[in-house]
């Protein structure tokens, strides 16, 4: 069992940055692959960034070039560096453990205009 616990999330200005942090504990020999979701109000979670143990990294397009998924290597923290943050870019940050299937309870991140 993986237990995640997010942090880092706030309110920004457009074209603002922060930093989340996503920090594991229990099983975090098992995890394999860390993904970072968000979902906005009214819609439905999307994913955002996904990072693989061997350093595979996955992008949403939306968030291309801006943000960027890391992770220390025994991947029992991971972070998600977000810069030019756009009010589009505004939800309830969650991290995800794909292999555990666990899930954080999720930071909020408000970027105004």
């Known amino acids: 069992q993986v237990q995640l616990v997010e942090s880092g999330g706030g309110l920004v200005q457009t074209g603002g940055s922060l930093r989340l942090s996503c920090s594991a504990s229990?099983?975090?020999?098992?995890?394999?692959?860390m993904l970072w979701f968000r979902q906005a109000p009214g819609s439905q979670r999307e994913m955002v960034a996904t990072?693989?143990?061997?350093?595979?990294?996955i992008y949403a397009d939306s968030v291309r070039g801006r943000f960027t998924i890391s992770s220390g290597d025994a991947m029992n923290t991971v972070s998600l560096e977000m810069n030019n943050l756009q009010p589009e870019d505004t939800g309830v940050y969650y991290c995800?453990?794909?292999?555990?299937?666990?899930w954080g309870q999720g930071t909020q991140v408000t970027v105004s205009l």
């Open positions: 229990g099983s975090i020999f098992s995890i394999s692959e």
């Open positions: 995800h453990s794909r292999h555990s299937g666990s």
């Open positions: 990072l693989t143990r061997s350093g595979h990294r």
